[in-house]
């Protein structure tokens, strides 16, 4: 009997070892820390955001529908920079996959090492409005602890206040030498960073400016665009949010926007004066490398 115990022991023991190495052999699935899944939304479903309140929206959740992608979407290694400066450069926008080798830039972004390395540096957070008149600094522990949460489908944008853009770049320097640019160049341009972290359901609303990329390290972020000469209707102190609810839906054919989600290991370029608003569909970290 004791044989026959010890045996049972002993299959077992190996069969819980195949378990833990089966485990550890698989990609680590919590996103750096940043997404926790609680509840998912049907974006679509206008009626059911607009019943809830902040206080239902304090724990995380990810956003359903990522839409659909009338974007180019290519694969970085098979487009030559000539490529690049003729078909897209001034003309439209492109997705790139696989262009950059960001891993360790990745790993640096983890909540965890985020914490540890910046914790108690202060950042700088805007309203997510098109004017984005108002600025708090804030410890960056204390922004991901008190600040970071879904946003409220009726929240006005004036209320709205996340960390995009207004980085330190002395401080920020040192993550930011581990960022490896899209190998792409307009002529007679320089490069400046804008880093970011943002809740589900925030983004910021219709906005132009110079050409650049934009690269998910973690969650997902949806992007709408319109061509310079093609402003879209939008109220400047709402959100995006309340955007993609109430008006895209009753959007007419010839008034959709170009439109895509992009997801890690995926760069957005967006050409000079293109009107653009984006929202975060997950808890996101992202950088954009604007071209001035």
């Known amino acids: 009997m004791d044989r026959k115990a010890s045996l049972v ?9 195949w378990f ?13 820390g940043w997404i926790v899944l609680t509840r998912i939304f049907n974006l679509h479903n206008a009626a059911q955001l607009q019943r809830l309140n902040r206080r239902s929206l304090n724990s995380e959740f ?14 970085g290694s098979s487009v030559s920079h000539q ?7 001034f003309r439209r926008p492109v997705i790139l996959r ?19 390395e910046y914790g108690e540096r202060r950042v700088r957070l805007s309203t997510a409005n098109t004017h984005s008149y108002r600025k708090v600094d804030v410890p960056l522990r204390e922004y991901l602890d008190a600040w ?47 880093f970011g ?5 925030s983004g910021v609303p219709f906005h132009w400016h110079g050409p650049g990329f934009s690269e998910v390290v973690y969650g997902r972020k949806r992007w709408f665009l319109y061509p310079p000469d093609q402003e879209p209707h939008f109220h400047p102190n709402r959100t995006t949010l309340s955007w993609v609810t109430e008006t895209y839906p009753h959007l007419p054919e010839g008034e959709a926007p170009l439109e895509c989600t992009i997801s890690p290991g995926e760069v957005l370029y967006f050409p000079d004066r293109w009107w653009h608003a984006t929202l975060n569909l997950d808890t996101s970290v992202f950088i954009s490398t604007f071209l001035g």
């Open 9 to 17: 022991t002993t299959c077992t023991q190996l069969v819980l070892l």
């Open 20 to 32: 833990v190495g089966l485990k550890a052999a698989e990609p680590p699935r919590d996103g750096g």
């Open 62 to 75: 990810r956003l359903q529908d990522e839409g659909l992608c009338n974007i180019d979407v290519l694969d």
């Open 83 to 89: 490529h690049f400066i003729e078909r897209y450069a």
């Open 98 to 116: 696989h262009v950059t080798d960001n891993t360790r830039f990745r790993s640096l972004c983890s909540r965890s090492s985020l914490l540890e």
């Open 148 to 194: 970071l949460r879904p946003q409220a489908a009726d929240a006005l944008g004036s209320e709205t206040l996340y960390f995009f853009g207004d980085n330190n770049v002395t401080e920020w320097q040192r993550l930011f030498d581990q960022y490896e640019f899209p190998p792409y160049v307009l002529p007679n341009t320089s490069r400046a960073y804008s």
């Open 197 to 201: 972290i943002a809740g589900p359901g």
